[in-house]
Nanobody, 128 residues
Framework: QVQLVESGGGSVQVGGSLKLSCAAS????????VAWFRQAPGKEREEVVH??????????YYADSVKGRFTISQDNAKAMTYLQMNNLQPEDTATYYC???????????????????WGQGTQVTVSS
């Protein structure tokens, strides 16, 4: 059983930055596909980012809405996944979730239903 714990959320003003962290335990980290999702009130949960590999090299998939502003990184030794969020906008306000599953990450968008393991979420609020 994989456990995921997010941290790093908070309140920032427009244009600010936050770095979210996702700590994984109870599994084999380098076999997991780990993704970040977010859900705003009244909206469906949407994927933000994940990393997939091609010939052993990591590549990021980003939702169009965050390209150029968000960056995913991972520390396999610490079983950590990070989400650096820059130039935050009010539309980024949401609860951010870390999700994982034992499969190869796709090169395109993933659906929430693909992932059996979820963290509790961390709130990000961006005010103007």
């Amino acid at each position: 059983q994989v456990q995921l714990v997010e941290s790093g959320g908070g309140s920032v003003q427009v244009g600010g930055s936050l770095k979210l962290s996702c700590a994984a335990s109870g599994g084999t980290f380098n076999r997991l596909c780990v993704a970040w999702f977010r859900q705003a009130p009244g909206k469906e949960r949407e994927e933000v980012v994940h990393r997939y590999t091609v010939v052993g090299l990591p590549y990021p998939y980003y939702a169009d809405s965050v390209k150029g502003r968000f960056t995913i990184s991972q520390d396999n030794a610490k079983a950590m996944t990070y989400l650096q969020m820059n130039n935050l906008q009010p539309e980024d306000t949401a609860t951010y979730y870390c999700a994982a599953g034992y499969f190869y990450c796709a090169s395109g968008a993933s659906r929430p239903g693909y992932f059996p393991y979820w963290g509790q979420g961390t709130q990000v609020t961006v005010s103007s």
